[in-house]
Structures are given as C-alpha cells and as structure tokens.
C-alpha cells in the first residue's frame, strides 16, 4: 500500500469515527443564530424548512429510535454523501481538463 494510499485510509477511518461516535458529545446548547433568535425574541417566528421531513432532518437517521444511533448513522451518511459528491467533481473536472502533469516530471511533454 503507497503511503498516500494509507494517509487517505486514516483519513477516511479518522472522520467516520469523528462523525459516527464523537459527534453524539457535541453540544446541545442552541447555536449562534438559535441563541440570538431567542435573545432578540424573535425564535417563536421560526418554521421548518422545506427539507424537514427529509430522512436526515435534524441530524437523525428516519426511522431509527435511539437518539446516539441515529445521529451517527446520520454522520456517517454524511460523509459517504460528501465524498461520493467531491470524488465525482474531482473525476469530472480531471476528464475535461484533462490529467495533469506527474510530479516531479521535467519534460513539457510529460
């Protein structure tokens, strides 16, 4: 396995466990608009988005009744959808651009 390869593994296994486990610690203190909405009176205006009956609404996967779960399998879900949509992009913009250049070559027709 190249070292890059490995890095990217870690990477990968890093930000499953972050997203997957460490996320059900995160804060349920209000965030910054949701405090300020309360402070200035005006969080009883509040309405659901047009995404609120979506599968992933509010952090948690439909479906699924533990809170600790749902939130990780929401987390994990996440990040496939994210690396499936960058993974993507990157293969498209490579085609149309086509491949660049290998690092450290020194001939223009590399």
Do not use: C, K, N, Q
Not at 17 to 45: I, K
Not at 68 to 85: D, K, N
Request: net charge negative.
């Amino acid at each position: 396995m190249s070292r890059r390869r490995g890095l990217w593994l870690v990477g990968l296994l890093v930000t499953l466990v972050v997203a997957g486990f460490v996320s059900h610690y995160a804060s349920s203190h209000p965030d910054g608009l949701e405090w300020a909405a309360g402070e200035t009176g005006f969080a009883d205006t509040a309405r659901d988005s047009a995404t609120a009956g979506s599968p992933l609404a509010d952090y948690a996967v439909e479906g699924v009744d533990d809170g600790r779960l749902s939130g990780g399998l929401a987390g994990i879900a996440g990040v496939a959808v994210t690396l499936v949509l960058a993974g993507g992009l990157t293969l498209l913009l490579r085609r149309r651009s086509g491949r660049p250049a290998e690092v450290g070559s020194t001939s223009a027709e590399d």
